[in-house]
């Protein structure tokens, strides 16, 4: 499987030193539950799936054909 790595880098911290409390909060209620989610997504779609979606897409009608 092949994926971009940033998107499984930890978020950097948001909030001053000052504020670990909110720090914690949206580390534990935001980030970690947007980068599971994003892990979830990501391991179910294969190589086939993209190449079906592509085909879905694909313009025929702009295909040359010569003779």
């Known amino acids: 499987m092949s994926v971009e790595v940033s998107l499984f880098e930890q978020a950097q911290e948001t909030v ?4 670990l409390d909110i720090e914690q909060a949206l580390r534990l209620s ?6 599971k989610n994003v892990r979830q997504t990501l391991s179910t779609i294969t190589i086939a799936d993209l190449v079906a979606e592509a085909e879905k897409h694909k313009d ?6 010569y003779i």
């Open 16 to 19: 001053s030193d000052k504020a």
């Open 30 to 35: 935001v980030f970690e539950v947007l980068d």
């Open 60 to 65: 025929y009608s702009a295909m040359m054909f």
